[in-house]
Protein backbone atom coordinates (compact mmCIF):
# COMPACT_ATOMS: atom_id res chain seq x y z
CA UNK A 1 0.00 0.00 0.00
CA UNK A 2 1.39 3.47 -1.07
CA UNK A 3 -0.39 6.72 0.27
CA UNK A 4 0.64 9.94 -1.76
CA UNK A 5 0.02 13.09 -0.32
CA UNK A 6 0.89 16.04 -3.09
CA UNK A 7 2.01 19.60 -1.76
CA UNK A 8 3.40 23.48 -3.37
CA UNK A 9 0.57 24.15 -5.91
CA UNK A 10 -0.56 28.04 -5.32
CA UNK A 11 -1.39 30.83 -7.96
CA UNK A 12 1.27 32.89 -9.66
CA UNK A 13 1.66 34.61 -12.46
CA UNK A 14 2.34 33.68 -15.99
CA UNK A 15 6.03 32.64 -16.67
CA UNK A 16 6.28 32.14 -13.16
CA UNK A 17 7.99 28.73 -11.39
CA UNK A 18 6.32 26.37 -9.37
CA UNK A 19 7.89 23.02 -7.52
CA UNK A 20 5.08 20.31 -6.56
CA UNK A 21 6.32 17.91 -4.13
CA UNK A 22 4.81 13.92 -3.80
CA UNK A 23 5.17 12.77 -0.42
CA UNK A 24 4.82 8.59 0.18
CA UNK A 25 3.92 6.62 2.58
CA UNK A 26 5.01 2.52 2.50
CA UNK A 27 7.86 0.48 2.96
CA UNK A 28 8.00 -0.11 -0.97
CA UNK A 29 7.85 3.35 -2.48
CA UNK A 30 10.94 2.93 -3.81
CA UNK A 31 9.87 0.46 -6.49
CA UNK A 32 7.23 2.51 -7.72
CA UNK A 33 7.20 4.46 -11.17
CA UNK A 34 5.95 7.63 -10.65
CA UNK A 35 3.38 9.87 -12.34
CA UNK A 36 1.82 13.24 -12.98
CA UNK A 37 -1.25 14.25 -14.02
CA UNK A 38 -3.61 17.38 -14.62
CA UNK A 39 -6.69 17.94 -14.74
CA UNK A 40 -8.26 21.35 -15.67
CA UNK A 41 -12.07 22.13 -15.06
CA UNK A 42 -13.88 19.96 -18.16
CA UNK A 43 -10.82 18.34 -19.31
CA UNK A 44 -10.22 14.95 -19.11
CA UNK A 45 -6.99 13.73 -16.53
CA UNK A 46 -3.89 14.16 -18.49
CA UNK A 47 -0.32 12.76 -18.33
CA UNK A 48 2.45 14.86 -17.33
CA UNK A 49 5.60 13.21 -16.41
CA UNK A 50 6.49 10.08 -15.09
CA UNK A 51 10.07 8.55 -12.86
CA UNK A 52 11.29 5.24 -12.78
CA UNK A 53 11.49 4.01 -9.67
CA UNK A 54 15.30 4.14 -10.19
CA UNK A 55 15.61 7.96 -10.81
CA UNK A 56 16.85 7.03 -13.87
CA UNK A 57 14.60 7.15 -16.85
CA UNK A 58 11.97 10.05 -17.10
CA UNK A 59 9.11 11.14 -19.52
CA UNK A 60 7.35 14.39 -20.43
CA UNK A 61 3.79 15.00 -22.35
CA UNK A 62 5.38 17.06 -25.16
CA UNK A 63 3.02 19.88 -23.83
CA UNK A 64 5.64 20.65 -20.89
CA UNK A 65 9.11 19.13 -22.28
CA UNK A 66 11.50 21.89 -21.89
CA UNK A 67 9.65 23.36 -19.32
CA UNK A 68 9.44 21.14 -16.37
CA UNK A 69 11.24 18.53 -14.91
CA UNK A 70 10.81 15.41 -12.65
CA UNK A 71 13.02 14.03 -10.19
CA UNK A 72 12.78 11.85 -7.20
CA UNK A 73 14.55 11.17 -3.23
CA UNK A 74 13.96 7.54 -2.79
CA UNK A 75 15.69 8.86 0.63
CA UNK A 76 12.71 10.93 1.99
CA UNK A 77 10.44 8.96 -0.54
CA UNK A 78 9.33 12.14 -2.39
CA UNK A 79 9.15 13.20 -5.54
CA UNK A 80 9.11 16.29 -7.31
CA UNK A 81 8.24 18.81 -10.35
CA UNK A 82 9.64 21.68 -11.12
CA UNK A 83 7.44 23.82 -13.24
CA UNK A 84 9.47 26.77 -15.04
CA UNK A 85 7.60 29.23 -17.20
CA UNK A 86 4.67 28.39 -16.60
CA UNK A 87 1.12 29.48 -18.98
CA UNK A 88 -2.42 30.07 -18.22
CA UNK A 89 -2.79 26.32 -20.12
CA UNK A 90 -0.97 24.64 -17.53
CA UNK A 91 -3.85 25.73 -14.57
CA UNK A 92 -4.90 22.72 -13.10
CA UNK A 93 -5.22 20.04 -10.33
CA UNK A 94 -2.39 18.55 -10.55
CA UNK A 95 -1.76 14.51 -9.03
CA UNK A 96 0.40 12.38 -8.45
CA UNK A 97 0.07 8.48 -8.99
CA UNK A 98 2.33 5.26 -8.52
CA UNK A 99 2.31 2.12 -10.47
CA UNK A 100 4.16 -0.31 -10.55
CA UNK A 101 4.89 -1.21 -13.82
CA UNK A 102 8.07 -2.50 -16.25
CA UNK A 103 8.24 0.13 -18.63
CA UNK A 104 7.01 4.32 -17.53
CA UNK A 105 3.36 4.90 -18.49
CA UNK A 106 1.02 7.66 -19.07
CA UNK A 107 -2.12 5.79 -19.46
CA UNK A 108 -4.35 6.50 -16.02
CA UNK A 109 -5.29 3.09 -15.56
CA UNK A 110 -1.91 1.74 -14.66
CA UNK A 111 -1.56 4.02 -11.82
CA UNK A 112 -2.66 1.99 -8.85
CA UNK A 113 -2.55 4.79 -5.97
CA UNK A 114 -3.27 8.32 -6.40
CA UNK A 115 -3.09 11.70 -4.49
CA UNK A 116 -6.09 14.24 -3.85
CA UNK A 117 -4.07 16.69 -5.89
CA UNK A 118 -2.82 20.38 -5.41
CA UNK A 119 -4.38 23.09 -7.52
CA UNK A 120 -2.27 25.33 -9.72
CA UNK A 121 -3.50 28.58 -11.09
CA UNK A 122 -1.32 30.90 -13.83
CA UNK A 123 -3.02 33.92 -14.15
CA UNK A 124 -2.17 36.20 -17.27
Known amino acids: QVQLIESGGGLVQAGDSLRLSCAASGRTFSVYNIGWFRQAPGKEREFVAA????????SLADSVKGRFTISRDNAKNTVYLQMNSLETEDTAVYYC?????????????????WGQGTQVTVSS
Open 97 to 113: AAARTAQLVSRREFYDY
Open 51 to 58: IRWSGGTT
